[in-house]
């Protein structure tokens, strides 16, 4: 069925680098949400991105939804050690249409910031 | 406003027991999910409810029942518990529509021995 794809699984760097994480779709998307899991915790909702070529930002993260709308990605600048967590894409109507309510998510992007 | 809410936190079962997980949500969603996590598997969608009375089977609904009786609260039940079934479970909810947000409780730790 319609999954959405997310890459890398994971991501190490130095605090002060910059990280981005890529969810990409085989079919369109009517719009795609991205949420947060700090380690121990539940995911968190940070965004939802609708319209095509969309970019929104929330201090250092800035996230993106292709032309297409079949992909998207998050960007953090200057990463800190309160990024730490793993980041999901959520695709909230499962593409196609037939299954609405369902809300399928990415397999996520685990990072860890050394400092 | 104390958003979802899941029983147990934790809970350790014998192979072949059954449990019922209970979530409950304050604040009138229509939508309601259960999902499960494991390492290197991000969330995978066992069930969902679009309304009180109604369910769907998501990604991996193999050995889960649920009910959605009431429309604050949605029951995952194991009939009977297999160490496959060890995992995180989340339940979440969101209003009805696309563009809503989902909300999440804070999980339910289970260990099948």
């Known amino acids: ?115 | 406003n104390a958003g979802v809410t899941q029983t147990p936190k934790f809970r350790v079962l014998k192979t072949g027991q059954s449990m019922t997980l209970l979530c409950a949500q304050d604040m009138n969603h229509e939508y309601m999910y259960w999902y499960r996590q494991d390492p290197g598997m991000g969330l995978r969608l066992i069930h969902y409810s679009v309304g009180e009375g109604t369910t769907a089977k998501g990604e991996v609904p193999d050995g889960y029942n649920v009910s959605r009786l009431k429309k604050q609260n949605f029951l995952l039940g194991l009939e009977s518990a297999a160490p496959s079934q060890t995992s995180v479970y989340f339940c979440a909810s969101k209003k009805k529509g696309t563009e809503t947000e989902a909300f999440f409780g804070q999980g339910t730790r289970l260990t099948v021995v």
Not at chain 1, 27 to 37: P, V
Request: with cysteine; proline share 4%.
């Open chain 1, 1 to 115: 069925g319609q999954q959405v794809m997310q890459i890398p699984q994971y991501q190490h760097v130095q605090e002060g680098e910059d990280f981005t994480t890529y969810c990409n779709s085989s079919t369109t998307l009517s719009n795609i949400q991205w949420y947060k899991q700090r380690p121990g915790g539940h995911p968190v909702f940070l965004i939802q991105l609708v319209k095509s070529g969309e970019v929104k930002k929330q201090k250092r993260l800035t996230f993106q939804f292709g032309e297409a709308k079949k992909n998207s990605s998050l960007h953090i600048t200057a990463t800190q050690t309160t990024d730490v967590g793993t980041y999901f894409c959520a695709d909230p109507l499962n593409a196609g249409g037939t299954s609405y309510g369902k809300l399928t998510f990415g397999q996520g992007t685990i990072l860890t910031v050394h400092p």
